[in-house]
């Protein structure tokens, strides 16, 4: 049973029950319901609802107010109305550039699996290890079951990616997945139409994009290709199928629809995806396979480096989705990767660093960061010591860099490889054995991440300064107060100033156009109508949630403040056009530090309001919150004084 289950019960009840809900998302303090007649809805029982703080009705939704609890609530009204977890999507194209949607597919396609993968690809490459040590023989029944436990996902792979593409293209996801089988399917495989038989005769003849053509579809040709296990073509197939769904959904009856679109789906779908789509997105795959390897033969050590100085930059913007196919492409159908492999030496760099930084800060707070962030390196994941401490610092980044691309480049002078998908940090070493048995690319590995370390630790020892005032993290107090009756029971009162993340007008909160903002119900503070597109930390402290709309931030301070930044009204309803994040949620954030940028022309032009609610949301915990008296701020400017 939820916490929140009889709660969203009675909000469920009240809205007029799981019939008149069309659809449910939730931003960052409240339940946003579709409704088909609101005026079904119980307001007056819904806002004298525990648990709830207020209704509001804006933008076509029934908004039900809950406060920072509202994923939980969320998760427990999900199942009483018939709708899974990110199952309410637009079928708009995602904002921003053409490059920054490619990513976002990419990501949205690989994250749900990437957890699966790494664990499958671990097994495979400790099956392959413990046979080159001797343990067992790859004849054993143990070593087939642990190969098929390793291998399944990887030969299957267009059945999961098609899964996670159509819930990405807003595709049914079953039909998604049949059409991953469809292309897993034995008889239609290349390797399946040419056993035994003779080609009827070859297309594109002397060119790197040569076919053999065995069979054909009702007099067209049909190109020999072997789908199982790849990545691209199933991702084609499966937008092409999304835009055929939506276009017979438009015509077919109701009555019917529930069989004859998907059926009508696949009809156009397969053989479009078999005779053309599959085929031109293999051709584009070798495409971009002899393009990277042409840089990579020009000089393997260059293009090694390339990739190991410049890894982390991308991993910060979320770019690095973009080379994940390629790896996996390589992978797939040359038996290894040893083009986008370099970056391997940037986990170690990172880690180095980090471990260097331990030993020279006096810092406290940022040695007790230091030493679990090394670790959780060592094993792959870097984001936090990347977030927390190095982009921070600056020097220590750029250090990391500069390492990882002398690591990079000395794998690409030896051809470091990886033939199996999985692992993290030195977990990947078991998928660094060649196929054969011989131990030389460990070696290499392993001398890599030895030179890589040594270079980035040493370097950091080195290099790095802490700043004057750096050994004290603390955040601007002042003592004294001139209220009576204020002061704690030790009797010293402390006053934390939250400078403001905005540049621009100071509102006062009860003057926005937003009530459950403006009564205080959420937490007090202050607002700001913004002069210019960006929002800046307005303390040092971590970011608790950035939602995935990017108009709400939520951070905790050093000094305990839970505060919310709400870009504009209502613009949860953008779904993130306008706005773009450079930090993430669980980042460690300096005072000053950019966060977010948002489009002020582009949101007034949607008709959205400008005004930025800067709340406290635990302002229960303090004596007083109280917002500046001052008309105008700058960044970095007093915003809001908490008495504690």
């Not at 998302?25 to 703080?53: P, Q, W, Y």
């Not at 143990?142 to 792979?157: E, Q, S, V, W």
């Not at 060649?434 to 890589?452: C, F, H, Q, R, W």
Request: with cysteine; charged share 15%; hydrophobic share 50%.
């Amino acid at each position: 049973m939820g916490k929140y289950e009889k709660l969203a019960h009675d909000i469920v009840s009240n809205v007029g029950g799981k019939s008149n809900v069309i659809s449910l998302t939730h931003c960052i303090t409240r339940l946003r319901f579709k409704l088909r007649d609101e005026s079904m809805a119980n307001d007056d029982v819904l806002k004298n609802m525990d648990g709830v703080v207020t209704v509001m009705k804006s933008g076509g939704q029934y908004q039900v107010v809950i406060g920072n609890h509202v994923p939980d609530v969320y998760a427990d009204v999900l199942p009483l109305i018939g709708q899974e977890e990110g199952a309410a999507q637009t079928e708009e194209a995602p904002s921003g550039s053409l490059f920054n949607r490619f990513i976002d597919i990419i990501s949205g396609i690989f994250q749900p699996i990437l957890g699966i993968m790494a664990a499958c690809g671990m097994v495979k490459g400790l099956n392959a290890l413990f046979v080159a040590i001797g343990l067992y023989s790859d004849t054993c029944g143990g070593y087939l079951i642990l190969n098929a436990i390793g291998d399944g996902l990887f030969n299957f792979l267009p059945l999961f990616l098609g899964y996670t593409a159509a819930k990405k293209f807003n595709l049914k996801p079953m039909i998604g997945l049949v059409i991953g089988a469809i292309m897993c399917y034995p008889s239609i495989q290349g390797s399946a139409l040419s056993a035994g038989s003779e080609a009827l005769y070859t297309l594109f003849e002397g060119t790197m994009f040569e076919s053999a053509v065995y069979t054909n579809f009702f007099g067209i040709p049909l190109i020999a290709m072997d789908y199982t296990g790849t990545v691209i073509p199933v991702i084609f197939v499966v937008y092409f199928a999304s835009k055929c769904e939506k276009f017979f959904k438009k015509f077919i009856p109701d009555l019917v629809k529930f069989f004859f679109v998907p059926m009508l789906t696949l009809l156009v779908a397969i053989p479009a995806g078999l005779l053309l789509i599959g085929p031109l997105a293999s051709f584009a795959s070798t495409l971009i396979a002899e393009a990277v390897m042409t840089v990579r033969n020009f000089s393997p050590m260059l293009a090694g480096a390339i990739v190991g100085l410049t890894w982390q930059i991308l991993v910060i913007f979320g770019l690095h989705w973009g080379f994940i196919p390629v790896y996996i492409n390589n992978i797939m159908t040359n038996g290894y990767d040893n083009v986008m492999m370099p970056f391997f030496a940037c986990t170690f760099a990172t880690s180095a660093v980090v471990l260097a930084i331990f030993f020279k800060t006096k810092n406290r707070q940022m040695k007790e960061m230091a030493l679990p962030n090394f670790i959780s390196g060592i094993f792959g994941v870097t984001e936090p010591a990347i977030y927390g401490i190095l982009l921070p610092l600056k020097k220590p980044f750029i250090i990391s860099c500069i390492a990882g691309g002398i690591g990079g480049g000395f794998y690409g002078a030896f051809n470091f490889r990886k033939f199996m998908m999985g692992g993290m940090g030195i977990f990947e070493f078991p998928a660094m054995i060649e196929p054969d048995g011989s131990m030389g690319n460990l070696l290499v590995a392993i001398s890599g991440v030895i030179l890589t370390m040594i270079i980035a630790f040493a370097a950091t020892m080195v290099l790095y300064r802490e700043e004057d005032g750096t050994e004290d993290a603390s955040v601007s107090v002042s003592a004294g107060s001139d209220e009576p009756g204020c002061a704690k029971p030790d009797g010293i009162v402390r006053k934390i100033e939250i400078a403001s993340p905005i540049k621009g007008k100071i509102l006062k909160l009860e003057t926005i156009h937003d009530d459950a903002f403006a009564s205080g119900a959420l937490g007090m503070g202050a607002a700001v109508l913004p002069e210019k597109g960006e929002v800046y930390a307005p303390a040092d402290g971590v970011i608790t949630t950035l939602f995935p709309t990017l108009h709400a931030i939520g951070m905790e301070t050093d000094e305990g403040a839970e505060l919310l930044i709400h870009i504009g009204l209502d613009t949860v309803q953008l779904e993130g056009k306008g706005f773009e994040a450079v930090i993430h949620q669980g980042d460690r954030v300096k005072k000053g530090q950019l966060m977010v940028k948002f489009d002020m022309n582009f949101i007034k032009a949607q008709g959205y309001c400008l005004e930025t609610p800067v709340i406290v949301v635990n302002t229960d915990d303090y004596l007083e919150v109280a917002g500046s008296m001052e008309q105008n701020v700058a960044v970095g400017g007093k915003l809001i004084t908490i008495v504690k």
